[in-house]
């Protein structure tokens, strides 16, 4: 038996998606479960990869199994397609696998020509209806099918108009659409060289064609880009019995939701016009009404309206998205599918819907796209508001903000603390920033990357920033920068939206987080369900606290350079870095002593006994020192004046800033190999965690502690580390006299670490993978360089599915994470490993941390509740 | 039974060495062949261990063993440890596996106290000889034994004479050492509380005790960590009776080798001295004798010292270091090893060896050190000169070289074209300085790493180049530098030994390289038996050229962009760089075109058809550009200043380098990602190579072309970039209307490459590994800062046993090199698969590439023969 190629609706299901395409499917199912629906058939989708294989062309057996489909639709309707008397009209539409709304082409009333039109008018007793209709056939024939421009036939009805003295469509009779389409066919005759085809089953091949070319016309292609559709499903073509909407005022048209999309309110919600097609809602020309309002034009016909949408929700259990119009009025179904929502309705009607019995836990769980309840986390710019983009960067840190534009962090400081709100704007920021940025709403700066200190500082902070915007162009002498034409002072208001990278001009209505009652309950299911632990990157107490809040189960990362990098610190710190001796050193390294086992101690108190690992300090030291750049300008400008003293010290700064300069820091002297060849600072780092343990312990309050070491690639790192680390923190604890509980891991962000998993298992009590690094070695990508020079462009181009520092890239860092599980764990069955990168808090990475059985991923506070869904579904998944 | 811890020379062999030491297994094989060798046996380096586990003590197993062959050796010479009559005198000297020439304790003349000295002197009929023995013993015994510091007892000796008013230990009589025996007893008494030991086996348990302390001493252990010998392999000690070449004019001591071990020439050499012991000879007051002239002074023992000789070399198979000593007529060996030799002499002994039937020529080929070859390539500092050690830099490329310093690169052009010497003295080199680089015998400068720009220059031109040689303080100004308290001045002379990273003052004496017919046949034979190719890297014809002479069977890698380096370039480079518009940057390259075409040419007919491996540009663009800080500070100076038009071109330029700077280049806009962003780059090199490779047909040369994309991390890139290859070839190939033999393939340097080989193997032709990039990325080590910063920290504390871009790290790089080699022959069995890292000429990296497969290494012109011969040795290896 050769393949079947068209269905008619009575033969699909909604399961067969894959073959008849979205809508196609779904009419069928409305047919299956006995809903009004015009009937019809769909040509699949393999049909369409058929037609490119041939080249462009339907096969002969296609094409029959075409003229079977429509004959036996001619003989359900009792029509005929060009029947002089009352003819069978039909729609063609294009129904994709994945919904790619308004991408692809339709064709309505097909079948017309200048015989059936004719029967139309008769069959209706409608003439100005059957020309009209035929008008638009040509019209829609002439532009899709036919390629002619759209304006040539608009310009015709414009000049009928003109010619009557009218102004609008509903003005011209039947006679003036007659002179319309004998216009039109000799537009067609012109650009085409061919009549218009008035043989209906020439008009059908011909649109079921079109319908397959624009599969891959450019605006679908770049659609099926943006939104990652492969390109090779092809679509279907669904040939349906026309109804109208149009034949009078017992007839009308509408869209409409099974709930409200906004909210998720259980409400039918929608509009709907009568005396009309869906092209006129579309066009509006007219304001539809809302859907209740039908139930006072058409009681019967709203009531059944309302059983429909019923049943649909009983039948696929979710919230649908329908197109229905009333002939004369009879309803018919022209289209059902799970609706688009918000994050807010998606978490209510999931919750909603198990409470109603439609739907378990579970189903709940796994309706609710992680991805999108970031949204709930942050306050964001009111979608609904007007605003004026001026220009967008990175979005390194989300939320929204507003405030008045500041260019210098003194100033921002200043504003802040007389409670202004403040856009700190910056070039890029250094630690040296870091008293304006505290007091800033958000941070704006036109160079530097995901990782640059802004966004790193500003994540920290939770506060929003954007990066590498560099379309604003900041003029410090004028304080001043201009984007496009626009020129931004100091002192006017604009608004950022760090999770999209929008800055606008002015103040906008935000829309704060909002942690309904609903997601609570959702997280608590999640929870329940999750097999992985989530725990919170947090470097300060109160972070700690919000983690906690999220829900928390430990903190997987304190990073403690964070620490070093704030105002009061930083002096200490550049005396520990620029001293000439070992005696010099320790001296700074004893004053930072009590300021971070103060740090510690808040973050373990905040805590309280679960689990949080602290990172010895990781960057290379240069991050903490000026700028060479800058400093060679003072200097340069000191030289013309008198000031001896200062220019010989710049001059000391500089050279110790050079002798410390490296060409690719990120690969220099930092992490553990810091710890190793200046292991003073380690010994004070860990001295500092222990005291504060065991402050806490003489508190009773309870402490889980986990030092972690830095970027070890080899054993012997390690090895030698931990040893210091274990004699330092004995050493302590025998003089405090309690007990403290604490282990000692390290990072896995190298590629060899990975490759020697075993090796350095042998020293480690748990293991955490940092893939940013990892992600940045087995790439060998900086993502500050790559996401500003070349990464957008290998997305553009596809040359990357995704941005690896966003999606953990499967196929090379996941392959090293998964030797570094199977090695570790060969030494010890039992190693504690996680994730602290910031990969810890992407849906798909978290499935896959998941999958290759980690005990628990870690990521920013304000990704806790996403991380705890995705772990949830990733589990879900699993057991189905 | 229990274990044996205890040999008596009967009972040895040579090939017990890892139980008895070199020296113990020598001597047992030696009594084996029938040679003269004073008996004795030897206490196994597993005794020495346990003499550790023991916490410092022997267990009485093994005394028991000691005192059982102590009776044996009694029984055996008929004498007695301490006899008053005529007493069995023995030495006490360690012996350890890996041979540690005068690291560790010996103890003579054991055996004597206050009565058996009156023995001796009855035996040998000569009290002086007597008393100056046991004088000699406690002297000795007080040193190594009981630690005490030796100048108090040469003390002694020098009031003795004083006393009698002489100058030589000669004039002293049997009396004068008596009193010098009593006062010795007296500081023995004095330093340890305790009498010296008179019973002669508590003399030799605790000399034999002694000699195992030396195992750790302070160095041993720094001798072994120079040469990684491990610390875990113990020392033997052996015990054997005395023999005395201090009893007369008929006795005398003696070294020699078996063939000159400078030279190689087959002619016993080394040197004697007459009534004297080994002490004496190293002492230095008396000058020993040529050892040809033995045959006048004793010709019966000269030839019977010939014969053992002779013996030697035919057992051992090789040439000979031995120890021998004459006592009343008789001749005695005392010791005989594998001689040290110069690579000359290696090279020829092991040739002639074969000539000679000693050995075949696969031992003859696994009897050079790759390693040691090295310095036969390079024209290098007479080992026998006095130099004046300036200060040590990075040895960044071999070779040696004199002449005045230069700072400014344009004087070193101006000398260099006088026909002058120069050594051009830099912080750093940029590529301005090129012109300079060119006309000097060699580069020092004082700032990079073994791949700053200086470094990769010289190696590229085979000119000598010390790289951050921080100890010299260079003042342009003055045009000097200072080096601890010397001062250089410009034209001074100094001379550079890039092999070892010496800066020397003066002139000094030079040996040229030396290509020896011997070294020729050995290449040959090494040809013949090796399995990998061997390749070079060269981007110049005369590079090329060299390459072949050296035996290299093709290139491997071909940089083109130090093309672009070059002065009458550069500014083109720039201004393509610099463009604003893709028709500027067009332009530039059609420049540039023509230029590339003449370069591969070139190295396309030096290699006559062998197969030629041309790299597209790789390194990010801004190395072509001038440097920000310089930039920065002319434009503080301008400012000063009126001319406004130079200040604006200036900052102009800043702009367009702070516009391509990045924060860790080596991981940035290089490689692929270049070609991919910038196409019309690679398009324009890709023409030029087909461009040359056509010219070259028609000129009916063959041409075997392999077209190589650089920092392939995803098959997309590379599919990308072989279509473009692919594209831009075929149309020139059609307007040249001739057919040339191309291949393309790509650099396999980033894990995500080795992970992902069988889909990147698809779009390959061929893989060459670049290891120096593959090791950055895998340690997640910047080569330039990690060796400036922690490496020589990290080899120093042996937290890495190598430094891993001049060893190849085979558990983490070499890890993913077999993933990589794996995966790729998986799509494709036959893949060509090379490596041209630097550690394609380096002996055990060789190994390594042999071992996992590869067709190819590929290294500097100048390490082409090394690679030869370790890519035989590795072939022999496997073979066994």
Known sequence: MSKKFVYSFKEGRAEMKKLLGGKGANLAEMVHIGLPVPMGFTVTTEACLDYYKQGGKISDEIMAQIFNALEELENQMGKKLGDKNDPLLVSVRSGAVISMPGMMDTILNLGLNDESVKGLAKSTKNERFAYDSYRRFIQMFGDVVLE??????????????????????????????????????????????????????????????????????????????????????????????????NKGEDSGTGVAFTRNPSTGENKVYGEFLMNAQGEDVVAGIRTPKGITELENVMPEVYKQFINVCETLEKHYKDMQDIEFTIENGKLYMLQTRSGKRTAQAAVKIAVEMVKEGLINKNDALLRVSPDQVVTLLHRRIDPEAEVEVLAKGLPASPGAGSGQVAFDPDESEELGKQGKKVILVRMETTPDDIHGIVMAQGVLTSRGGMTSHAAVVARGMGKPCICGCDAIKIDYEKQEFTVGGKTVKKGDLISIDGSTGQVILGDVPMIEPDLSDEFQELLKWANDVKAIGVRANADAPDDAKTAREFGAEGIGLCRTEHMFMAQDRLPIVQQMILSETLEQREEALAKLLPIQQKDFEGILEAMQGLPVTIRLLDPPLHEFLPNAEELITEIAELKQGNNAKELEEKREMLKKVRALKELNPMLGLRGCRLGLVHPEIYKMQVKAMIKAACSLAKRDIKVKLEIEIPLVGHENELEKLRQLADETAKEIIAQEGVSVDYIIGTMIELPRACLTANEIAKHADFFSFGTNDLTQTTFGFSRDDAEAKFLPYYIDEKILPDNPFAVLDRKGVGSLMKTAVKLGREVKPDLLIGICGEHGGEPSSVEFCHDIGLNFVSCSPYRVPIAILAAAQAQLKNQR
């Open 148 to 245: 002619i421009e759209h304006d040539k036939f608009e310009q015709v009805i414009d000049k009928v108009k003109a010619e009557k003295n009218v102004d609008m469509d509903t003005d011209l009779d039947a006679n003036d659409w007659q002179k319309v389409i004998e216009q039109y066919k000799e537009i067609i005759k012109q650009e085409t060289g061919k009549s218009f085809p008035q043989e209906p089953k020439e008009q059908l091949v011909m649109a079921i064609e079109a319908v397959f070319r624009s599969w891959n016309n450019q605006r679908a292609k770049v659609y099926r880009r943006i939104n990652k559709i492969p390109d090779d499903l092809g679509t279907a073509v669904n040939v349906q019995t026309m109804v109208f909407g």
